[in-house]
């Protein structure tokens, strides 16, 4: 069986995990009929469109 080389410090293990951790920004684009960012594939919530057609009518 595999035997580790030598002791992994607490900070050197923390940086190679710190990676896993990281949350990523989600992708926004922008809506084709009002122009609003908006998170791909969902209904603008500006406008109330999907796909350029209103879906939910919006106050």
Known sequence: MAVPKGRVSKSK???????????????????????????PHHVCKACGSYNKKVVTPVD
């Open 13 to 39: 293990k923390g940086k190679r995990k710190a990676s896993t951790w990281k949350i990523a920004t989600p992708t926004l684009v922008a809506c084709s009929k009002c122009g609003e960012l908006m998170v």
